[in-house]
């Protein structure tokens, strides 16, 4: 066994600058889900990685962007599935950035362009350690590997729930890593075996049929003060939502997600000196920042309306819009809260404010206890020489609920 992971090291440090070379190369080309910019080009470049690391590629077409599966078999029956996207977030604001998002850039030994992380390089370090682990047992896989890669994750991956249902024969798997790994600030391998749901919506109203002079704001209705009413009734002081029936299916975190999320190290001052904040909200502090992940939110990612130029314009906003993500916790349906959201809008005499849904992911958790779990951690500890923390929900949302509950 010893011999075999020293030549797993010995093939991934001889072939580092190959993958720095694939990484770099599949992010130079764009692929912006919610624009569409580069999808399709982006695409069929995963596909020539899969078939040049040895994988049988087969394309399918959905309504969006195509789905790239790869398949290579192994000595024995036994499948594992890998999810990765090739779909990135668009780069906005371009101001920000050091060198240019679609220019892979080396500086300080690390590698920088939109997808570097999330998820293009971790689809090509895969690639790297399966061809590590073909070359130390002679040229073969000990099991089949399976690659779904989408390109639509970052837009609430829309159609990979029906695709996953109409090929379930060829997705067939015993085990399925998700898009990423890695490892906590503390340097221990990080196994997450949770993702929290997601709706996405937009809020918006009308108030005239155009602009007018604020002037005239004694008698006209402006839309960003009727659309800013209609957000503050959906919280209250105390960050509980106020949407009836929101948490009627929320499960409470059981006993040994507890344990688990108590063991978690707490980055408070990494998220101090990370997002320059000198409180977090309702004061919270230690273990209890870890614990808030299993409570569901409400949170305003943008507000548009009015002007927005330099100087001053006195105007009256006829249109406000305003876009919103809830995350949910196990057993939330986004569905539900869509249409208590739309419920309590009406209850509160916000009929008028128009609810458009934008993308939805259902929460997704396996057993800390199951079998795979347990070998990731401990695959994971003899890797990095230090013990793993399993951590039972992660704060983001993803589609593993179109694979966990089907395969």
Request: proline share 7%; hydrophobic share 40%.
């Given at each position: 066994?010893?011999?075999?992971?020293?030549?797993?090291?010995?093939?991934?440090?001889?072939?580092?600058?190959?993958?720095?070379?694939?990484?770099?190369?599949?992010?130079?080309?764009?692929?912006?889900?919610?624009?569409?910019?580069?999808?399709?080009?982006?695409?069929?470049?995963?596909?020539?990685?899969?078939?040049?690391?040895?994988?049988?590629?087969?394309?399918?077409?959905?309504?969006?962007?195509?789905?790239?599966?790869?398949?290579?078999?192994?000595?024995?029956?036994?499948?594992?599935?890998?999810?990765?996207?090739?779909?990135?977030?668009?780069?906005?604001?371009?101001?920000?950035?050091?060198?240019?998002?679609?220019?892979?850039?080396?500086?300080?030994?690390?590698?920088?362009?939109?997808?570097?992380?999330?998820?293009?390089?971790?689809?090509?370090?895969?690639?790297?350690?399966?061809?590590?682990?073909?070359?130390?047992?002679?040229?073969?896989?000990?099991?089949?590997?399976?690659?779904?890669?989408?390109?639509?994750?970052?837009?609430?991956?829309?159609?990979?729930?029906?695709?996953?249902?109409?090929?379930?024969?060829?997705?067939?798997?015993?085990?399925?890593?998700?898009?990423?790994?890695?490892?906590?600030?503390?340097?221990?391998?990080?196994?997450?075996?949770?993702?929290?749901?997601?709706?996405?919506?937009?809020?918006?109203?009308?108030?005239?049929?155009?602009?007018?002079?604020?002037?005239?704001?004694?008698?006209?209705?402006?839309?960003?003060?009727?659309?800013?009413?209609?957000?503050?009734?959906?919280?209250?002081?105390?960050?509980?939502?106020?949407?009836?029936?929101?948490?009627?299916?929320?499960?409470?975190?059981?006993?040994?997600?507890?344990?688990?999320?108590?063991?978690?190290p707490v980055h408070e001052e990494l998220y101090r000196d990370v997002y320059g904040v000198k409180a977090f909200?309702?004061?919270?502090?230690?273990?209890?920042?870890?614990?808030?992940?299993?409570?569901?939110?409400?949170?305003?990612?943008?507000?548009?309306?009015?002007?927005?130029?330099?100087?001053?314009?006195?105007?009256?906003?006829?249109?406000?819009?305003?876009?919103?993500?809830?995350?949910?916790?196990?057993?939330?349906?986004?569905?539900?809260?869509?249409?208590?959201?739309?419920?309590?809008?009406?209850?509160?005499?916000?009929?008028?404010?128009?609810?458009?849904?934008?993308?939805?992911?259902?929460?997704?958790?396996?057993?800390?206890?199951?079998?795979?779990?347990?070998?990731?951690?401990?695959?994971?500890?003899?890797?990095?020489?230090?013990?793993?923390?399993?951590?039972?929900?992660?704060?983001?949302?993803?589609?593993?609920?179109?694979?966990?509950?089907?395969?």
């Amino acid at each position: 066994m010893a011999d075999r992971a020293h030549q797993i090291d010995a093939f991934l440090e001889a072939s580092l600058d190959d993958s720095i070379r694939e990484t770099a190369q599949l992010c130079a080309q764009p692929s912006v889900s919610a624009t569409g910019e580069g999808t399709l080009e982006c695409a069929e470049l995963v596909g020539q990685l899969l078939e040049r690391h040895g994988f049988h590629v087969q394309p399918f077409a959905t309504a969006g962007n195509p789905i790239i599966v790869g398949r290579a078999d192994g000595q024995s029956d036994r499948t594992l599935l890998f999810y990765n996207h090739y779909d990135v977030q668009p780069p906005e604001p371009l101001d920000l950035w050091t060198s240019p998002p679609f220019e892979p850039t080396v500086r300080d030994g690390a590698l920088y362009a939109r997808g570097a992380k999330d998820d293009k390089g971790e689809f090509v370090a895969r690639l790297a350690a399966i061809d590590a682990v073909r070359a130390s047992h002679d040229g073969h896989l000990p099991c089949g590997i399976t690659f779904v890669v989408e390109g639509e994750e970052e837009i609430g991956s829309p159609h990979i729930a029906q695709f996953v249902q109409e090929h379930l024969s060829l997705l067939t798997c015993q085990g399925a890593l998700w898009e990423e790994g890695g490892i906590d600030p503390d340097c221990r391998p990080d196994v997450v075996v949770g993702a929290r749901g997601a709706l996405a919506v937009e809020l918006s109203v009308e108030t005239m049929q155009r602009d007018a002079h604020s002037g005239r704001a004694h008698i006209l209705p402006n839309a960003a003060w009727r659309l800013v009413r209609a957000l503050a009734g959906l919280k209250d002081a105390n960050e509980r939502v106020r949407i009836a029936g929101f948490y009627d299916q929320a499960r409470p975190m059981s006993e040994l997600d507890r344990e688990l999320v108590d063991a978690l190290p707490v980055h408070e001052e990494l998220y101090r000196d990370v997002y320059g904040v000198k409180a977090f909200l309702l004061g919270r502090s230690g273990k209890e920042l870890n614990r808030a992940v299993f409570e569901p939110t409400c949170n305003i990612q943008g507000i548009t309306t009015g002007y927005q130029g330099a100087g001053t314009k006195t105007v009256i906003p006829a249109r406000a819009t305003a876009k919103l993500d809830f995350r949910l916790v196990p057993e939330q349906d986004p569905e539900d809260i869509l249409a208590k959201l739309r419920a309590h809008l009406a209850a509160q005499g916000f009929d008028d404010v128009t609810v458009t849904r934008l993308g939805a992911m259902w929460p997704a958790k396996a057993s800390p206890d199951d079998p795979l779990v347990q070998l990731t951690a401990r695959t994971g500890e003899e890797v990095y020489g230090l013990p793993a923390v399993i951590n039972p929900l992660a704060g983001g949302s993803s589609p593993i609920y179109a694979f966990a509950t089907p395969l």
